[in-house]
């Protein structure tokens, strides 16, 4: 928008803001309420005047009073004919102020000349940015502004920072650096497009946000809430809206269909319930397209019955709600005007039912009444579940419906999981005939974070609370990374409700980031919180620490420290794992090490390691064994161990020998973190490390390095050699963060592991009161007897076990080693 | 200065824009008035029978026949009845509701006028009555 197209858009509101500043909203609501109080008690004070005078109401009281009454009459209802004009003077000038404030407010219910015109603004921009173009100041305009304010509380920045900013700012932005768009052509530009426009424009004002740890997308997400709040409240203000007055249900709606007394024993009319109150937006923005759907579904002309196919918690319910409401309100499609939505308990029916002849005269009582009702949709909340419960009665519940779901009479809305629906349903063409299949997506990330918003709001109108906007994210962003099983909307609001007793009893009132972070970390056991002062310095420190341990591997473990700082400071993607890499090199180079030092050092200790040996996963059950079978009903040894520990560090060892299949499997684990098991449930991988190490091309590696190459420059050579090959394909080398090599290591390096081992085996004998002196000798045998560059450092060990061990040992049961021995072994005791 | 701006514009309003204003809300009260006494559908119903409570005098059951048909034309009765009283009653509330509105309409109109008098009238009752003392 130019700055002239602006002033044009702002100049549509002008005579209400303009108003505003004459005399507030606040003051002028004061001055209303003043002006109605005195209209009543001048206008009781004439009436009892009057009645006093005809009837002699007060003869018993005192004449002092009657008298004073009677006499100052005139001036009371003088009073009374003022107070009227100037009530009335104020009436008219809030009619005057709502007609601009209400104009282009979002309906339900279309009015003419209201929500179709297309503004080029909402007032809530034009509000702050009037603020900003009259002081020349944009961001003084928007931080000064009422909703302004509001939107940094949201945002945990106490006011007094705020003025602090604004009083040691060291330039204002020029008015011209700001450039104003609309998100999309079609929508009026808002506030929160005003909040993003001003924080893009203004670097002082983004490094104010930064030390408040608020984000850009925080700003524009906050900003959007609050304009959210205001939009619902302005809505709920307009009681002559028929978005209001539609809600007031009329007489007589029910006189030409039938009471349907049966079915009332087992279900309930949810036409009106649900969601009426919960949400004033009428109707969940998530899972609008499946709503429109279902109406369209329900409202044609006989077979009009619905089947929803949607993961539990997903909301199917829901969409079924926002449908009543708006059948409530009146904003339904034709057809279904009038209709009432019934829920039915299947569970209670089967308990009451209990054998086959019951069953069925009952529910064919049910359904011929249903259908002589004439309006009743009715909903199977579990409908593969009713059919399995009938059939255990020996009832065939589809050929007892299949009749009545032909009459345009009588509706069914049928709701099952996706499973089910391809296990049991999807099978039977009777089923498939009669039902229009709607499948309910998941819901995205967007309507996640506005239904926790809408959510939030409720909660804060029972009292006592105030959600900060970091926080709601904190709780969309957790949920996506912490818990993988089930459906990510409900999950979240389960999570929000059960902050709410979680900060009030820290005796807090603001619900911050930090809260969310804590309640989390203490349902999983993960450490999501703030990076602490130890963790910190555990965290920078790490490769040298890593590296004292793992001798001659410095790319692996630079490689790895960096991907686990990404890791911490949150800025990786959440959808993935931790990290992941594919350690190649020989054997006895330091793999299987620098994974254990990893956990050691990360995780705290080598138990996180998670190890799966991929060489017993080569046969054709090998996926079966990992995530379980659903023909026996086994759970996987993957799934089972993931379950137990979903954090630390997965040694996957000899990755290249598993089969086609498990490789797939892990294809998509590197790809989304996470997989399902048997049972189709969600397993999380998102909080493992991933190390996948292989001995693929070492005797590559070893001709390379036999010719004097460096490595690192050769790994495009060695990588494309193994997809030429055939031992990993090209997609999944591409999925790990990493793919790492390991070269054979150099007689320094194996001298370098030679000490450390020697250093372990002294703390050994420390622990029985030797003291062994590790000298040239020991090192020189030790050494000599376990270098063999084909193997690595592993000959080390043995040569440690049967030149070194076997030694001591002979001293120590020989006497000749007690305890408290200074122990220096000569090159002949070694020989 | 602010004060006059307002004034201004608020006396272009009240002889415009207030009028579709006006408009749009008699509108949307005489819709929620018929919604209310459900007019549309009740006329359309009209002989509906009430609740649909009916019999079938059906095959087989011939005696029955003058039976149900006596039940049924009473159900049709006394539907029809309660129907044709509702939309009455309707018909009477929308009545109302154009009426209140012509008068504020005409109030409206005479909006400044009516303001005028009703302050200066009172503000003589007021003066006239302190002044008596």
Not at chain 1, 788 to 804: C, L, S, T, Y
Not at chain 2, 19 to 40: P, Q
Request: hydrophobic share 45%; proline share 3%; glycine share 8%.
């Amino acid at each position: 928008m130019t700055s002239s197209e602006l002033k044009n858009a702002i100049a549509i509101f002008y005579p209400a803001l303009v108003l505003d500043r004459v005399m507030s909203r606040e003051t002028r609501a004061t001055v209303e309420k003043v002006l109605d109080v005195s209209l009543v008690v001048f206008f009781i004070l004439v009436l009892t005047a009057h009645l006093s005078r005809v009837s002699g109401a007060f003869l018993g009281k005192s004449l002092s009073f009657v008298h004073f009454l009677q006499t100052w009459q005139p001036v009371f209802f003088g009073a009374l004919l003022m107070t009227l004009a100037l009530c009335l003077v104020a009436r008219a000038f809030q009619a005057f102020y709502d007609s601009y404030y209400f104009l282009g407010l979002p309906s339900v219910l279309s009015e003419a000349g209201l929500s179709e015109a297309k503004l080029p603004l909402t007032f809530e921009a034009a509000e702050v940015l009037r603020l900003g173009q009259e002081s020349g100041d944009f961001t003084g305009g928007f931080m000064r502004s009422r909703l302004g304010r509001y939107a940094f509380a949201r945002l945990a920045v106490p006011s007094q920072a705020l003025s602090r900013f604004l009083s040691e700012r060291v330039h204002v932005t020029d008015p011209a650096d700001f450039t104003f768009l609309q998100r999309s052509a079609a929508e009026p530009l808002s506030f929160a497009d005003v909040a993003s426009a001003i924080v893009v424009a203004d670097a002082e004002l983004f490094k104010f946000l930064s030390l408040h740890a608020v984000t850009t997308k925080d700003f524009s997400g906050a900003a959007e809430w609050v304009e959210r709040t205001e939009t619902l409240y302005r809505r709920s203000k307009r009681f002559w809206g028929r978005d209001v007055l539609g809600r007031i249900g009329g007489i007589g709606k029910d006189w030409s269909v039938g009471a349907p007394y049966s079915l009332l024993r087992f279900a309930h009319d949810i036409t009106e319930s649900g969601m009426l109150n919960q949400n004033e937006s009428g109707g969940p923005e998530e899972h609008l397209s499946e709503k429109n759907a279902l109406e369209a579904v329900l409202a044609r002309t006989g077979e009009a019955n619905a089947l929803l196919v949607a993961d539990e918690g997903e909301g199917a319910l829901d969409i079924v709600f926002a449908l009543g409401t708006q059948i409530s309100r009146g904003s339904v499609l034709p057809p279904l005007e009038h209709k009432r939505i019934f829920l039915f308990n299947s569970n209670a029916f089967i308990a009451f039912a209990k054998d086959k002849a019951t069953f069925e005269s009952e529910l064919l009582h049910i359904l011929d009444e249903s259908v002589r009702a004439g309006h009743i949709i009715l909903v199977l909340a579990d409908f593969s579940g009713f059919i399995e419960s009938a059939k255990s009665l020996g009832a065939d519940l589809i050929a007892l419906l299949d009749p009545y779901l032909t009459s345009p009479d009588f509706q069914v809305i049928a709701m099952a999981n996706p499973g089910a629906f391809h296990q049991e349903l999807e099978g039977n063409s009777r089923i498939l005939h009669r039902f229009e299949k709607i499948l309910v997506k998941e819901s995205d990330d967007q309507s996640v974070m506005r239904g926790l918003e809408d959510k939030a709001l409720a909660e804060e109108a029972k009292g006592r609370i105030f959600f900060t906007y970091q926080s709601l994210s904190a709780v969309a962003e957790g949920v996506k990374r912490y818990f993988t099983e089930g459906v990510s909307s409900n999950k979240a609001f389960h999570l929000l409700a059960e902050i709410v007793p979680d900060v009030l009893a820290k005796k807090k009132k603001f619900v911050e980031r930090s809260d969310v972070l804590d309640l989390i970390e203490a349902k999983t056991g993960i450490p999501t919180g703030e990076v602490t002062t130890v963790e910190r310095d555990k965290l920078l420190n790490i490769e040298t620490v890593l590296r004292q341990r793992v001798i001659g591997q410095d790319e692996a473990i630079g490689a790895i420290s960096g991907a686990l700082l990404r890791a911490r400071s949150d800025i990786e993607n959440p959808e993935r794992p931790m990290g992941s890499f594919l350690f190649l090199g020989p054997t006895g180079v330091g793999k299987t090490e620098t994974t254990k030092a990893l956990a050691a050092n990360f995780f705290g200790k080598e138990e996180a390691v998670i190890r799966l040996d991929m060489s017993e996963y080569r046969t054709d059950d090998a996926l079966k064994r990992l995530i379980g079978s659903f023909e026996d009903g086994k759970p996987g040894v993957f799934a089972s161990k993931l379950r137990e520990q979903p954090y630390g560090v997965l040694l996957l060892d000899e990755f290249e020998k598993t089969n086609k299949e498990v490789l797939d499997l892990f294809l998509q684990i590197l790809d989304e973190g996470f997989f399902s098991d048997m049972s189709g449930k969600r397993v999380n991988a998102r909080n493992l490390i991933i190390i996948a190490t292989s001995n693929a091309g070492s005797d590559l590696i070893w001709n390379l390095m036999r010719q004097g190459k460096k490595l690192s420059d050769e790994k495009e050579t060695i990588i494309t050699e193994i997809i030429n090959r055939g031992l990993f394909k090209p997609e999944l080398l591409n999925r790990f963060d990493g793919v790492i090599l390991f070269h054979p290591l150099s007689t320094e390096d194996l001298q370098k592991i030679a000490v450390l081992m020697l250093k372990k085996l002294q703390k050994r004998l420390a622990a029985k009161g030797i003291e062994l002196v590790v000298n040239d000798a020991l090192l020189k045998v030790v050494t000599a007897a376990g270098t063999d560059p084909e193997f690595g450092a592993r000959p080390m060990n043995r040569a440690i076990q049967e030149k070194v061990e076997q030694v001591i040992a002979q001293k120590i049961i020989g006497g000749k080693a007690p305890s408290g021995t200074r122990l220096e072994l000569t090159e002949a005791e070694l020989a | 200065m602010a004060f006059v701006h307002v004034l201004s514009y608020y006396i272009i309003w009240h002889y415009t824009t207030a009028w579709s204003d006006m408009a749009r809300v008699v509108r949307n009260y005489l819709w929620f008035v018929s919604n209310f006494f459900s007019i549309k559908l009740l006329s359309k119903t009209l002989f509906s029978p009430w609740r649909r409570l009916a019999v079938s005098g059906g095959r087989g059951k011939e005696e029955n026949f003058f039976g149900a048909l006596v039940i049924n034309t009473l159900m049709r009765l006394v539907g029809f009845g309660i129907r044709a009283a509702t939309i009455v009653a309707g018909a009477f509330a929308l009545f109302v509701t154009v009426v209140v509105s012509l008068l504020a309409a005409l109030a409206w109109l005479v909006f400044p006028a009516l303001v005028f008098f009703l302050f200066f009238a009172g503000l003589g009752y007021v003066s006239s009555g302190v002044f008596s003392f």
